[in-house]
């Protein structure tokens, strides 16, 4: 380990930031930790460019924690439609809850305490305990973890836990010493590591810019850094099919709010039958209406369904691609003269341009609009 690096580490960022760090981002230079938890956590899985545009909207809609708290999970989730990763919308609000509940509604600036909320990990407490409350408290983003393996060349997949405790070991030792200087020092970390020190093009390698560690970094010294994180092999994403039910009567349709711990987890989308593997590309997505409708909709009132089950017709098919699998979904429309009363709460008739005070998956949101269901505005408040 190069104690010089370590050293000058934390001054040469905070220089390399005022000529070359991001500015103008609406949650910059805001000590307040409500808005630093709250852009903390819409960042992780989401791009900047989306950030820019829903942060402040959010803002607006939840300026407090204390609005937030108070607020309806349902609401949350339907503000947070589109952005994905809905267990982060359930537990920001679960966290408001319990920082409103557990501490008078001011968020504690120990990173130990912050840790200790719903949905905030140890590198998001760092983030806020260094941003809000000047803590020397370390932050390991993905950023900051390949910045920090190709500074000293860290061998082993980012997964082990022997590497990961490396390099919180090392991004402990590398803070400023002076805790003013914590949340320039962690903005420049992260932009750093978002445009200059980035996973496919690092300006070392692009050639465009001059890198102010050449000398120090192990894996620009040995002609590596391309190699740095190293990676394990992942397995190819598994693809699965899915039948949904597209029930109508006059100006309703029917939703069913999914389980929590599931996929788009706490919003409303369409009865569905459990998913299937998908073992073959030209696999069919044929399948018997009856025992669509049974699977979807296990109720009592189901078996009146039934006898409409002649009028079930094939619909679109979409196919959407999450992070870590495929899926294919195949809507069958239903039409129906009345709606049916169904027992369980999960399910609900919704008129149409009451639609968008739910929350949706984007798939669903997109084949609504596609048909021309609900206006463009009633799915965007
Ligand atoms: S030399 Fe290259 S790999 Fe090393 S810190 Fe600079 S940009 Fe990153």
Known sequence: MSKALIKHFSKTLIAWHKQSGRSGLPWQDNRDPYAVWVSEIMLQQTQVATVLERYPRFMKRFPTVKKLAAADVDEVLAEWAGLGYYSRARNLHACAQQVVNQFFGRFPSDPLLLEQLKGIGRSTAGAIAAFAFLERAPILDANVKRILARLFAVEGPLQDKAVNDRLWQLASDMLPSESEHMPVYTQALMDFGATWCTSRKPVCIAGEKKCPYLKDCQANLSGQVLSFPQKVVKAKSPEFNCDMVFMRSSDAILLQKRPSKAIWGGLWSLPEAPWKA?????????????????????????????????????????????????????????NLSKPYEFSGSDLKWVPLRQLGRYGLPQPIKVLLQKLSLARGDDLKN
Do not use: C, Y
């Open 278 to 334: 998908r073992t073959s590309a030209m696999e069919s997505l044929e399948i018997n209406a009856k025992e669509l409708l049974a699977l979807a909709l296990p109720d009592e009132k189901s078996g009146a369904l039934l006898k409409s089950s002649s009028k079930l017709i094939r619909g679109e098919q979409i196919k959407h691609v999450f992070t870590h699998r495929r899926l294919w979904i195949q809507i069958w429309e239903l």
